[in-house]
T-cell receptor, first 113, second 116 residues
Framework: GQQVMQIPQYQHVQEGEDFTTYCNSS?????IQWYKQRPGGHPVFLIQ?????EVKKQKRLTFQFGEAKKNSSLHITATQTTDVGTYFC?????????????FGQGTILTVHP | DTEVTQTPKHLVMGMTNKKSLKCEQH?????MYWYKQKAKKPPELMFV???????INESVPSRFSPECPNSSLLNLHLHALQPEDSALYLC???????????????FGSGTRLTVV
C-alpha cells in the first residue's frame, strides 16, 4: 500500500534557527496536505498543495511540492517558541475513494528560547 | 461555525462498559471521519462516512461501531474494549472530497479514552 515517509522524527532548534521537515511518498500523489498538532492538541490544517512544483508561503512557513509529486517539504524561517508541535504531512492518491489520506509519521519540533 | 465539536473530552471506561463518542459539525461538510491516535504517532484512519453512508472501514474490530444519524452528527459506539484501545479518538470533517479546492480536514479536539 501507499507509504508516506517523513523525516526527521525529532528536531530540536534554538529560537531563531530555521527548520525543515521532508516527506516522501512511494507513489505519485494527487495532492499533499500539511497539519500542525500542538502538544496536547489536535491536528490543524495548514495548507494543501496540488500542482507539480508548487510553492506556497504563509508568513515564515514555505511549503513545496516536488516536480514528480512524490515529495514535499515544509520550511520554517527563524523559528519561534510558538512553532513548537508536531508537523504531519498527509498525501492522497488518484482513485482513492472519499478523501482517504495517508499521514506521515510526523516531525516533533522543539524550540529552545 | 468552523468547528468540529467532540464530546466527551475525557472518558474512562471498564472493559465491560458500553459508551458512545459524539461528534458534531455545522459547516455543511459531507465527509466525516473517525481517527485513532496513540501518543507520538500519526492519526490512524478508522472509518469514513460520505453523504451519511459508510464508505471506508479500515478493518476496525467490531467492538467499535460507527453511526451517522444525519449530515451533522457522527457517533462511535464502544463496547467491550481492551486496554490497548486507550488513545485519543479524533473526529474530522471535510467538504465533498471530489471538490479538491476544499479538501482540508477540520479535526475536533478529540476524546481521550482510557480503558481500565
Amino acid at each position: 500500500g501507499q507509504q508516506v515517509m517523513q523525516i526527521p522524527q525529532y528536531q530540536h532548534v534554538q529560537e531563531g534557527e530555521d527548520f525543515t521537515t521532508y516527506c516522501n511518498s512511494s507513489t505519485t500523489l494527487s495532492n499533499i496536505q500539511w497539519y500542525k498538532q500542538r502538544p496536547g492538541g489536535h491536528p490543524v490544517f495548514l495548507i494543501q498543495l496540488v500542482k507539480s512544483g508548487e510553492v506556497k508561503k504563509q508568513k515564515r512557513l514555505t511549503f513545496q511540492f516536488g516536480e514528480a509529486k512524490k515529495n514535499s517539504s515544509l520550511h520554517i524561517t527563524a523559528t519561534q517558541t510558538t512553532d513548537v508541535g508536531t508537523y504531519f504531512c498527509a498525501g492522497a492518491t488518484r482513485g482513492t475513494s472519499y478523501g482517504k489520506l495517508t499521514f506521515g509519521q510526523g516531525t516533533i519540533l522543539t524550540v529552545h528560547p | 461555525d468552523t468547528e468540529v465539536t467532540q464530546t466527551p473530552k475525557h472518558l474512562v471506561m471498564g472493559m465491560t462498559n458500553k459508551k458512545s463518542l459524539k461528534c458534531e459539525q455545522h459547516m455543511g461538510h459531507r465527509a466525516m471521519y473517525w481517527y485513532k491516535q496513540k501518543a507520538k504517532k500519526p492519526p490512524e484512519l478508522m472509518f469514513v462516512y460520505s453523504y451519511e453512508k459508510l464508505s471506508i472501514n479500515e478493518s476496525v474490530p467490531s467492538r467499535f461501531s460507527p453511526e451517522c444519524p444525519n449530515s451533522s452528527l457522527l457517533n462511535l459506539h464502544l463496547h467491550a474494549l481492551q486496554p490497548e484501545d486507550s488513545a485519543l479518538y479524533l473526529c474530522a470533517s471535510s467538504q465533498d472530497p471530489r471538490d479538491r479546492e476544499h479538501y482540508g480536514y477540520t479535526f475536533g479536539s478529540g476524546t481521550r479514552l482510557t480503558v481500565v
